[in-house]
Structures are given as structure tokens and as C-alpha cells.
């Protein structure tokens, strides 16, 4: 094992042991690539004493994360931890002259350029296949894959947690709050779930999508974001009874004041492909000015799918190392080109409007004089019989595509109307 390549890891957490657990069964695809060979020679985790479901050999399991970092055997720091630490770690392994395999989807966004920097300084490599859509390769294929492509545009179902609950309330086996607390007690959710339910989590991966297709240097802050907390199950009727289905989408495209970025649930035909991705499944459609459209799908996380992408990017750091390369991180410096992320405002949408008005003469007029205000066409109505306990009826208004910011005022100006209880729910529309 001389020529093995020393890997220290943090954390042993699942995926870390999903990893170790690859890369000691090493499946056919591994063994006919004979430099693929790896050593686990350090491991730091919170409790060495605690019973695992993998076996290492003695003296690699230790406490101190300094153990990997100053350990000149490990040429390859593994990070799994998602540790507040983390960036910290991954930072000084880099320094160290080390290469930085990582799932850490939160560092890569916020800290991406700095550690990208660091790495092409000290002729090492940073890798993250693994901090988007689990076992799907979509980085890798951005990087290399669609190289030769100007990518157009790139929608996401990017976070499983939502994904189930969307999926769920779909099938009609409850509202958000119940649905929740399954997927929390189902272990895809976390016992705090705002990051997922947010859109956070699916931002920062946008963030990082967007880096590679579109060179920009944005972070998730910069883009906007809009959970799912607000779905109620009759926007999910509303939104099948008008041939569509609703989806948390983290969506990039070009637009004419930079790249177009955000987050948000989105109303999508019935019969396409995104709407047809359930439970904690993630997909990725990519337009490419050559090869057109792609689409990505499979397990955004778990153990094994997570793992995989991490074995991936070790194998593919040991095929550069018996290559000579030194690090492939160039193409991570965003220079004089960066793009940056456009305003919402500017945007131009299809809407789904849905509002409880009263039963009365004019209701509509006063709102589709307020839409029209702002040049925004009504495509179509959807009005239902009073609501017996009291005065007021849902009204759906869906329409043409209008300026995002145009349909804010309007929105703020139907909010103001006393026939209107309880404001207006948006619902963004997409074709994709």
C-alpha cells in the first residue's frame, strides 16, 4: 500500500461511514483502476470509544481534529461533519497543502471563493460533488460534461425534505404542519427543519450551481428564497384543478441584468418532468446551448447516495495524482467575467393569485382595475360558491406573464381592499 493515498477523515458520522464502507468493499469500477487505492489513516470524531458499524484499524480513530491535519501520511482530508468548525478545518487542511473532499453545502456557498483561492495557491484541490443533490453528478458534469455548452438556464428540485412533504400533501395524506411532523418522525426532516422548509438549503446549492454554470460570485443571500410554510392543502387543489402541481424549484437562467436566481414554490404543469419527481427524489434540468436539455434525477441524499459522491471525488483525485496533475480547481476562479445575480424585480412571470372576497357585486372589477394598473393581463378566473359559514368566497385569478415587481404592487394594493380578507397568497408559475 505504499502508493496508497493517506485519507484522514472528520467526522463518522452516516455518510462518512457510507464512505469508509465503499471504499473497504471497493466494487469492480474501483479495483480496475489500480492507483485508486486509499488508506483511512486518521479519523477524528466527538467519541472514540463509541461502538461503530465499521471496523478501522487501531490508533486511526481519535479525538482531536488537529491529529488528521498535522498528519503528514494524510494527503486527503475528508470533511462530513456540517460542524460549525468545518470551514475552519477545510481552510487550514488546504493551507497545509492537503486536498479537501467535502458534503458541506453551507461553506462551499459562503466561504467557496476563498477556499478555492487557497487551493489553486498551494497546487491543491478542493471537491464537493457531494454538498448537491446527493448521489446525483451534477457538479461533474457541469464542470466537464457541459463544458462546452453555454448553459441557458437550470431548475432544481433541489432538497428532499420538501420534496416529501409537497409530494405527501399532493396524494391528499394531509395538511403542512402533520406532514411535518412525519417527516421529522421519518427522519427526513431535522427536529429543526427551517433550513430545509425555508428554502436556505436549496439556496446554497443554487449558490453553488450557479457559480459553475454561470460564473457568478454570489452567495445564497443574494438570491431570493421563499418556503413552502405557507402551502395550505386547497393551493395544492386550487393547482390540480387548473392542471398543475407545486414543487419548492430553485431556478438560474440568463437575463438581460445578469443571472436570474430563486427559490421558491412554483406551480408546474402536470405532465412535465419536474412535477413528476416524488418523495425526497431530486432532479436538475439543464439547458445547454448544445446538447439542449438534460435532466439529472435520482436520490438528492442519505447515506450510501452522499457516500458515493464522496468515493467519486477521491477517485477522480487519484486519477489527476498518478497523472501528475497538481489541482483542477481553475476553473472554480471567477475573474473579470463574474456575473452577477439579477433582481427578482425584474423578473417576468405567470402568477397564481388566490384570495377570500366577498360574495358581492364589483369584487372583481376593483381587482382587475388594480392589475391593470400595473399591465398585468388576467388569463384566467376561478370563482367558488360562498363558503357557508360565512360571507366571503376563494377567488383564483392566474395571469399572463407580468414584471415581478409591477405584481407586488398590485398585490399590495389588493391586500388594502376591505372586500379582501386576509390578503393575497402568490404562487409563482413555471413552464418547466
Known amino acids: ?94 493551507q497545509a497543502g492537503k486536498s479537501v473532499v467535502t458534503a458541506n453545502k453551507a461553506v462551499i456557498a459562503l466561504h467557496g471563493a476563498e477556499l478555492f483561492d487557497i487551493a489553486l495557491a498551494k497546487g491543491v484541490d478542493l471537491m464537493f460533488e457531494a454538498s448537491v443533490a446527493g448521489g446525483i453528478p451534477i457538479i461533474r458534469s457541469l464542470r466537464n460534461g457541459l463544458v462546452a455548452n453555454r448553459v441557458e438556464s437550470l431548475h432544481g428540485i433541489l432538497n428532499g425534505t420538501t420534496n416529501y412533504m409537497l409530494t405527501r400533501m399532493t396524494r391528499g395524506e394531509g395538511d403542512y404542519p402533520e406532514i411535518l411532523a412525519d417527516a421529522q418522525a421519518e427522519g427526513y426532516a431535522e427536529p429543526d427543519p427551517t433550513a430545509d422548509v425555508s428554502g436556505a438549503d436549496a439556496a446554497s446549492k443554487l449558490a453553488i450551481l450557479s457559480r459553475i454554470a454561470f460564473q457568478t460570485t454570489g452567495t445564497a443571500a443574494d438570491i431570493y428564497c421563499e418556503g413552502i410554510e ?74 450510501m447516495p452522499t457516500a458515493s459522491a464522496v468515493v467519486s471525488d477521491l477517485v477522480e483525485l487519484a486519477e489527476r495524482k498518478r497523472a501528475g496533475a497538481t489541482t483542477s480547481i481553475g476553473d472554480m476562479i471567477v475573474g473579470d467575467e463574474a456575473a452577477r445575480f439579477a433582481s427578482i424585480e425584474d423578473a417576468e412571470i405567470r402568477y397564481f393569485l388566490r384570495m377570500q372576497v366577498a360574495d358581492q357585486p ?28 360565512g360571507g366571503t368566497v376563494p377567488l383564483v385569478i392566474v395571469t399572463h406573464e407580468a414584471r415581478e415587481r409591477a405584481m407586488q404592487q398590485a398585490v399590495q394594493a389588493i391586500d388594502a381592499l376591505p372586500l379582501v380578507d386576509g390578503g393575497v397568497r402568490l404562487i409563482r408559475m413555471e413552464a418547466a
Open 1 to 94: 500500500m505504499s502508493d496508497a493515498i493517506g485519507i484522514g477523515m472528520i467526522g463518522l458520522g452516516t455518510v462518512g461511514t457510507g464512505a469508509v464502507q465503499l471504499l473497504q468493499d471497493a466494487p469492480a469500477a474501483m479495483r480496475r483502476r489500480r492507483h485508486a487505492e486509499f488508506d483511512i489513516r486518521r479519523v477524528a470524531v466527538r467519541d472514540p470509544a463509541k461502538v461503530r458499524d465499521v471496523t478501522l484499524a487501531d490508533g486511526v480513530v481519535v479525538g482531536d481534529v488537529q491529529q488528521v491535519l498535522d498528519d503528514p501520511s494524510v494527503q486527503v482530508v475528508v470533511e462530513l461533519t456540517g460542524a460549525a468548525p468545518a470551514y475552519e478545518w477545510i481552510r487550514a487542511a488546504l
Open 230 to 303: 405557507r402551502i395550505e392543502s386547497s393551493d395544492i387543489d386550487f393547482a390540480r384543478e387548473l392542471g398543475y402541481t407545486i414543487k419548492l424549484l430553485a431556478i438560474a437562467r440568463l437575463a438581460p441584468g445578469g443571472v436570474e436566481a430563486r427559490v421558491h414554490p412554483v406551480m408546474l404543469p402536470q405532465d412535465s418532468q419536474l412535477a413528476n419527481i416524488h418523495a425526497e427524489q431530486n432532479a436538475i434540468k439543464v439547458v445547454g446551448s448544445a446538447v439542449g436539455t438534460q435532466v439529472f434525477t435520482g436520490a438528492g441524499a442519505g447515506k
Open 362 to 389: 364589483g369584487v372583481l372589477e376593483q381587482i382587475a382595475r388594480i392589475l391593470s394598473a400595473q399591465h398585468i393581463s388576467i388569463a384566467s378566473v376561478l370563482q367558488k360558491e360562498r363558503d357557508l359559514q
